[in-house]
């Protein structure tokens, strides 16, 4: 489904920042990766990566057997069937929570809008806030926000999710709703790449999890590998750290 | 008990002495006008004004030679009358119809009256006001045409529109708009026959243009980049993204820096007057130099500008109070 073979990525702000280091990782239908580690090591720029919101300076990326560094991929195309969610939330001001999840359907997948708000109301049922669906962002909790952009996400039935921190920018008592939605998805069989410090969400439905630091993997393993016998030492220090 | 300290820290009483300030200060205000203009001797005649808003024009229609009414024909709110003179010659005349007061058949001499009355005319500062308010619409609307295309391509990144745009901007603010509208007048206008009107509102739309690219602009780049990562994720192109999620809410931030530079260019389209345009500036000028009135009539002129950007205002508050509701 995803295949990232010998991807290489530099910044050149003040400092030469090498975020990516020949990374290669190689993603199965249906299959949910946690990337993990220290801040800094590239994870989100990986995943930013996978659908073109950052370049790459070398290597290939492959989604769905379509090839994102071909300069004849439509990548308007790709991305509709990769959907991101952001550690802010970005979910559109000036729209309603509503129009927030249908506007790409009828702009984009040209549904009508009959078909889209039955779909969006279906959505905002499965995250939990149906109610919700004439308020405007700011009028609703972080954690709210979160889950219609989730829902947003998925209203362009993608094929593969994408999610950048969804919980680090939420109060504690707001993750666990964010997680709950998650973890249905992954049941269902989405395939998902999280970037994630939850360890206990990445222990209960991850199926392997990604040892990032300095731009490079360091370790993949299932979470019972990882967590129980890491083999690198950086990554011993890492669980050290946050467990 | 209170003293006078006591007093002056207590917050009404201070608010009590702040307005019976400021309407002394008003009052001071009128008294020095006139007092001032008692000085120069003036003669103030107001109500010479009225008449160059509306004024009651007399009709009288004759006939030029000995006649005969043959027809007579009401077309809308006018009539046309033929006659025919001694040598069978026929002749057309066009007459308010309310006014008529011949019938066909009657023989009429010459210097007879075909139609009188009277009808209300709009003024001299009327059409001057209509004037303005044309131009500045025009403009405005142009004006914004030109901005968001600008201010569009000022964020391109290829070099080609970023430096046109940088170019136009630069070169626009750098100079005065009297000098531009001259350039639009004998320049552009003689190179491509434009009208002194179409040339005046090409030198305001340009120039407002410029600016407001820069509003735009500057309203683009206060969007968090994240609302156009979070279109761009969700499939849409560019131009989507721009049209559906940026503008929309980029507008409603610069909503008030535009009304400021939309009011602007109505006060800016007084100078259009130095290319023949009789707008509202220009009509107080000729009517100054016609009857001398000079207090009376640019008082009137500030009076009527006044109340077209006041008005204009009105109309952004209430849209600004309209796009409020997803805050």
């Not at chain 2, 503008?247 to 820096?257: G, V, W």
Request: glycine share 6%.
């Amino acid at each position: 489904m995803i295949n990232v073979s010998g991807v290489c990525k530099t910044f050149y702000s003040r400092h030469k920042v090498e975020a990516l280091v020949d990374v290669s990782l190689q993603v199965e239908k249906g299959e949910v990766v946690v990337i993990c580690g220290p801040s800094g090591s590239g994870k989100s720029t990986l995943l930013r990566c996978l659908n073109h919101l950052e370049t790459i300076d070398r290597g290939e990326i492959v989604i769905d057997t379509i090839q994102l560094t071909d300069a004849r991929t439509n990548i308007n195309k790709v991305r509709a069937e990769v959907g991101m969610v952001f550690q802010s939330f970005n979910l559109f001001a000036h729209l309603t929570v509503q129009e927030n999840v249908s506007i790409a359907q009828i702009k984009v997948r040209k549904r009508s809008r009959s078909d889209s708000h039955k779909i969006t109301m279906q959505l905002l049922e499965k995250v939990g806030i149906p109610e919700k669906a004439k308020s405007y962002p700011s009028q609703l909790s972080g954690g709210q926000q979160q889950r219609v952009a989730i829902a947003r996400a998925l209203a362009m039935q993608p094929k593969i999710m994408l999610f950048d921190e969804p919980t680090s920018a939420l109060d504690p008592e707001m993750i666990g709703e964010v997680l709950d939605v998650m973890k249905t998805l992954a049941r269902e069989g989405m395939t998902m790449c999280c970037v994630s410090h939850e360890m206990g969400f990445a222990r209960e439905v991850a199926d392997r999890i990604i040892f990032m630091d300095e731009g490079r993997i360091v370790e993949i393993g299932t979470p019972d590998q990882l967590f129980n016998e890491p083999k690198e030492e950086r990554t011993k220090a890492f669980l050290a750290q946050i467990l | 008990m209170e003293t006078l300290k006591d007093l002056f820290h207590n917050e009404r009483f201070r608010r009590t002495l702040s307005w019976i300030a400021l309407f002394v200060i008003l009052i001071g205000l009128i008294a020095g006008t006139v007092i001032t203009t008692n000085n120069v001797d003036y003669i103030w005649r107001w109500e010479q004004i009225p008449r160059y808003i509306f004024f009651k024009e007399n009709i009288e229609v004759t006939v030029e030679e000995d006649a005969t009414v043959t027809a007579v024909e009401n077309e809308g709110t006018d009539t046309y009358i033929e006659v025919i003179n001694f040598l069978d010659e026929e002749q057309y005349y066009k007459v308010p119809s309310n006014m008529l007061s011949v019938k066909v058949g009657d023989e009429i001499e010459r210097g007879q009256v075909l139609a009188e009355g009277k009808r209300w005319r709009p003024g001299l500062l009327l059409t001057g006001l209509v004037m303005t308010l044309e131009i500045s619409v025009l403009s405005i609307i142009l004006g914004i045409l030109i901005g968001l295309i600008t201010g569009l391509a000022r964020l391109s990144s290829s070099p080609a529109p970023k430096w046109l745009a940088i170019g136009y901007i630069e070169l626009i603010r750098g100079t005065p708009l009297l000098v531009q509208i001259y350039i639009f007048y004998f320049f552009i206008g003689q190179v491509f026959r434009l009208s002194s009107f179409m040339a005046g509102v090409l030198a305001l739309s340009f120039f407002a243009g410029a600016y407001i690219a820069e509003i735009i602009r500057a309203g683009i780049q206060s969007i968090h980049k994240g609302q156009m990562e979070a279109a761009r994720s969700l499939g849409m192109n560019y131009p989507q993204a721009m049209q559906y999620i940026i503008l929309p809410q980029a507008f409603k931030r610069i909503l008030p820096p535009l009304a400021g530079q939309f009011i602007s260019l109505i006060k800016d389209s007084s100078l259009v007057g130095v290319i023949a345009l009789v707008e509202l500036t220009r009509a107080g000028r000729e009517i100054g130099t016609s009857t001398f009135n000079y207090f009376e009539v640019f008082f009137t002129v500030a009076a009527l500008y006044l109340i077209l950007t006041f008005s204009l205002s009105m109309i952004v508050q209430y849209l600004e109070r309209r796009f409020a509701a997803s805050d």
